[in-house]
RNA sequence: CGAGGUAUAGCGCAGUUUGGUAGCGCGCUUGGUUCGGGACCAAGAGGCCGUGAGUUCGAAUCUCGCUACCUCGACCA
């Protein structure tokens, strides 16, 4: 017993200290670790194994909706940076440069890309001639480099993985329509397989995208009340396209410049699981990303048969799920503990007493202490559905936490109280930037975005008072 | 980038006030006994005390510089 609280101390308390359990998860169950040079972080195999599950997950649909993966070089020539006026205010703050090959300077200075538009947009200059050129839908997975002044493991790091999307297309419609259509994308992709509910909506002209017309995003509550930006969408209309000029020869016979989108997710994804899905015990992972489905823990192992009925149902499993037995030298207790702070969502137990009811003792990381016999001949297929039980119930969760954590307010002292608790506001706002800045620097909460539900919640703005028809997500965010 | 704090074995820490050549717990290695919720015994390995200068017969300890990290603010996927 004594020895049991002390592992739990291992891992700070995700009530008492929410920041400190998040590190010590991160670093504990070997996601990452940090690298010699500020803000940067190794994503360990671990880490890595979810993100190429998460990768592999999302190509798939990028692919099923039209979309060719591509690779743009990581620098770009600093001048390209500075053609559209306003991205380049927005970057070039973070934007790290290569000035010197060895001892010689450049030059030109280059540009680590922060984000790949300005590359690709001159490179989509010299490829599209034709209406018959269009649309054009290029995917790009990447790694990025902004300078962050402040850094945090897969939330925000100086470098970063990421997939960023760029397409064009002939009429303004067919580009919000794609907009709008990854947006969607991304938020099945976090319900289906990352079991994280997602808010859906519009970000207001302060907070979105530098150069766009128009930035979507979906916003994930963590489980200390704080929203975490997780994937964005952006409709840029002609800006760029102009900016960089790409042009095409219509049916009409007039040169026009296309209309485009641009959209990513990161492995900030990865922080949005740690966060919305962990506990006490460390990690759990929602099923589809989880990089061990299932493990297999010999109980008494060095009693005859019992490794051996271990190895043959390892054997049976393995192909069909991600399975892994582990046969290292530890006591039972010892593993249980460790494979549940790696949230690993099914714990295969097999010992004399199993072996000799033809059965496994089978546990589930989402519900503490549910444990339940299983024949052996029917393992891979109630492990399966498990599975998927586990994933419903880990998203039904995750909705029920994040429902009971959001308070339609009315006025300030209500939109403070809330999201001082721990809660996002829900609340009628003027549009003003004025009213999005006062409540920043009182609340120190900002506007996350509008849903496309906009039935009111009031008629009046929950700053200036005035008239509002706005409806507006507010949140402390990452 | 502003304010505060920290830096000693893989991890967590003691030692610094009062200078005398480095210690504890966990982990790791080997052997043996164990194994149904973090087992036990025994024997081991492991440190230019963040870094550069200075004071001193002598520095983890005192002085100055630098760097990194943490917490809190302003900026961001």
Known sequence: MAKEKEFVKEIASITENFPQWYTDVVLKTELADYGPVKGTMVIRPYGYAIWELIQRQMDERFKATGHENAYFPMLIPYSYLTKEAEHVEGFAPEVAMVTKAGQNDLSEPLVIRPTSETIICEMYSRWVESYRDLPLLINQWANVVRWEKTTRPFLRTSEFLWQEGHTLHATAEEAQEETLKILYLYEEFARNVLAIPMFMGRKSEKEKFAGAQATYSIEAMMQDGKSLQSGTTHFFGTN????FNIEYLDRDGKRKNPYQTSWGTSTRLIGAIIMAHGDSRGLCLPPRIAPIQAVIIPVAMHKAGVLEKCNEVYAALKGKLRIKLDDRDYSPGWKFNEYEMKGVPVRIEIGPRDIENGVATVARRDIEGAKIQVPLDDLCAQVEKLLDEIHDNMYNKALAFRDSHVKTVGNMDELKDAVDSGNFALAMWCGDEECENKVKEL????????????????????????KASKKIYFGKAY
């Open 443 to 466: 609340t120190n909460a900002s506007t996350r975005n509008m849903p496309f539900d906009q039935t009111p919640c009031g008629d009046k703005c929950v700053c200036c008072g005035k």
């Open 240 to 243: 760029f396209s102009a900016a």
